[in-house]
């Protein structure tokens, strides 16, 4: 199911439902998009494998199409060819979503000079683009902020360089990694980096293009620019944060299930908060059972970046525990003001309040249905989950939210047994 041009708002309408089955899990939407963004430095053709259809992934498409990339899309591949032309990208593209920001550097590498919008996405906080120019900057590049638009140019720098980021941004590490690897003969230390598992997937689609990287999954990563990136074919890793959002719906609902085409690795703070709850999880290769039929217990978490409990997972844990015997807190250490679904749940029953970043949940009996509306792409995906779990019926609305970020969301949730109605 997708979305493309001219969205209209829908909305959906679902009833309580116990999901039980096996759910496969798509490409890592956060993964394919810097990689997206870095095809730009590739000469030749490149071949993108294992690709979610999504709202975000087509925006990042026709950003490489406007500044003259041919690009076709189909069966989960993207097929990249042809030369970057354009040095503008458009305002309409990057409002839609904040990865859009990780082209500037590329572009600039490859004409020289650039024009980005200041990006948009999803209203969980501000989240500045702070670190990405200062990393720019230390790279040798020439920014100037008028109106809304970033204006770049290349100029010399040294021949190291050390960005110590002031906070692990996975954006700011992903755009200063992909920029610095055709910085020739500039070799570049990023500290204090992001750890997540997408930064190590970019690095690794980097590295097979001819980039010598390493260190992603660390705090500390090491660049040795190159002359030139070849092109060839790469496969997505999958993604943690839909296998999360499955898994918690799953034992949300008191179902069992399979979640399959997974890093188990890649979730083992989910995994330990599951069990510490009352879940029972079995880890496989690439797969994890999830049965959520005992009663669920209270338990504190501390949301951080990785490898702490992810923050895109942050509203899902808290339906979770919305039922759990006892009372819960959650700290969220990322995003501080990322609680826009706390009145939303509240409305469907749940006993939340929020104080100084921290979300104090006592468990309640359950939940009843209500309307309700989405306000970010993770949030949206929690107040699906509530509606699974709630008495009645649930409507909730602004639908183009989750389509961002979870494909075929319907017929993934249907096929373990979800009553969901996408009306538009």
Known sequence: MLINEGIKLGYFILEKSHLNGEVKISGAKNAALPILAASLLVDDGLEIKNVPDL????????????????????????????????????????????????????????????????????????????????????????????????????????????????????????????????????????????????????????????????????????IKGVKKLRGGSYTVVPDRIEAGTYALSIAATFGEGLVKNIVPEHLEVLWE???????????????????????KKAININVQPYPGFPTDLQPQIMVYLSVAHGTSMIIENVFKNRFHHVDELVRMGAKIKVIDGTAIIEGVEKLSGAKVEGTDLRATAALIIAGFMADGVTEVHNDFHVLRGYENIIPKFEGIGGKIKHLR
């Open 273 to 295: 908060v599951l069990k510490e709850t009352g879940t029972d999880v079995k880890i496989f290769d690439k797969s994890v059972y999830v049965n959520g039929k005992n009663k």
């Open 55 to 222: 709202l975000d992934v087509r925006t990042m498409i026709e950003i490489l199409k406007t500044i003259g990339k041919s690009v076709k899309f189909e069966n989960n591949i993207v097929k990249i060819s042809g030369d970057v032309k354009n040095k503008v990208v458009p305002y309409d593209l990057v409002r839609k979503m904040r990865a859009s920001f990780n082209v500037l550097g590329p572009l600039v590498l490859k004409l020289g000079e650039g024009q980005v919008s200041l990006p948009g996405g999803c209203a969980i906080g501000v989240r500045p683009v702070d670190f990405h120019i200062m990393g720019l900057k230390k790279l040798g590049f020439e920014i100037d902020i008028e109106h809304g638009e970033v204006f770049a140019k290349k100029e010399n720098c040294e021949k190291e360089v050390i960005i110590n980021l002031p906070f692990p941004s996975v954006g700011a590490t992903e755009h200063l990694m992909t920029t610095a690897s055709l910085l020739n003969g500039v070799k570049v230390t990023i500290e204090n980096a992001a750890m997540e598992p997408e930064v190590v997937d970019l690095q690794n689609f980097l590295n097979k293009m001819g980039a010598i990287i390493t260190g992603a999954g660390t705090r500390k990563i090491f």
